[in-house]
């Protein structure tokens, strides 16, 4: 059973779109939702993370939009550039034995 | 600064052969954990620590062992590699449970022929 669903899988977005990228939880035990950021060849870094008493926090061109009652979350790249070509993780944090619960990631491409 | 430096960076076995994948930290996390990572397929725990002298299962750990001797080292055992082992490694730290955010070295990539 699939705790967190990722979408979309893939994306392909031009320079200067938008790209948004959703996941979905089941655990309403959850109470950190960051998003991961990896490159080709290294291992994921923490690219920009919400608690659940706030419904959106933005740092430079990455937002995160947060609705509990739907217990989704989303990544916003705004301006996207071709440097933002990577995969991205969901991993949102299960409140009882404090693990991250990965999933399964989303290849952007930005084109030129 | 080096972070979290695991080695080897490639690695190719034969069918039941064992090896060692090393990792060691200088950020002084008391957390550690070893995940694959399969194409399509996410992270899958393997193993993680909660400190020196503390291991403990995670979602995947049938072919694996560890152990944490020093706060440092999370060395991560194959023994009898098997074909289903070919995957990218990652091992990875953390300063608390509660704050979620992990440092992750660069990766071991095994392939087991």
């Known amino acids: 059973q699939q705790q967190v669903k990722q979408s979309p899988q893939s994306l392909i977005v031009q320079k200067g779109g938008i790209s948004i990228i959703n996941c979905a939880y089941e655990?309403?035990?959850?109470?950190?939702f960051p998003w991961y950021q990896q490159f080709p060849g290294k291992g994921p870094a923490l690219l920009i993370a919400i608690r659940p008493d706030v419904s959106e926090k933005k740092e430079g061109r990455f937002t995160i939009s947060f609705n509990k009652s739907a217990k989704q979350f989303s990544l916003h790249i705004m301006d996207s550039q071709p440097g933002d070509s990577a995969t991205y993780f969901c991993?949102?944090?299960?409140?009882?034995?404090?693990?991250?619960?990965w999933g399964l990631g989303t290849s952007l491409a930005v084109n030129p | 600064n080096a972070g979290v430096t695991q080695t080897p960076k490639f690695r190719i076995l034969k069918i039941g052969q064992s090896m060692t994948l090393q990792c060691t930290q200088d950020m002084n996390h008391n957390y550690m954990y070893w995940y694959r990572q399969d194409p399509g397929m996410g992270l899958k725990l393997i193993y993680y620590?909660?400190?020196?002298?503390?291991?403990d299962k995670g979602e995947v750990p049938n072919g694996y062992n560890v152990s944490r001797s020093t706060t440092e080292d999370f060395p991560l055992r194959l023994e009898l590699a098997a074909p289903s082992q070919t995957s990218v490694y990652f091992c990875?730290?953390?300063?608390?449970?509660?704050?979620?955010?992990?440092?992750f070295g660069e990766g071991s990539r095994l392939t087991v022929l």
């Open positions: 655990n309403t035990a959850f109470d950190y």
């Open positions: 620590s909660v400190g020196a002298g503390i291991t």
């Open positions: 991993a949102p944090l299960a409140g009882n034995n404090r693990k991250l619960i």
């Open positions: 990875a730290s953390s300063y608390s449970s509660r704050q979620g955010e992990l440092f």
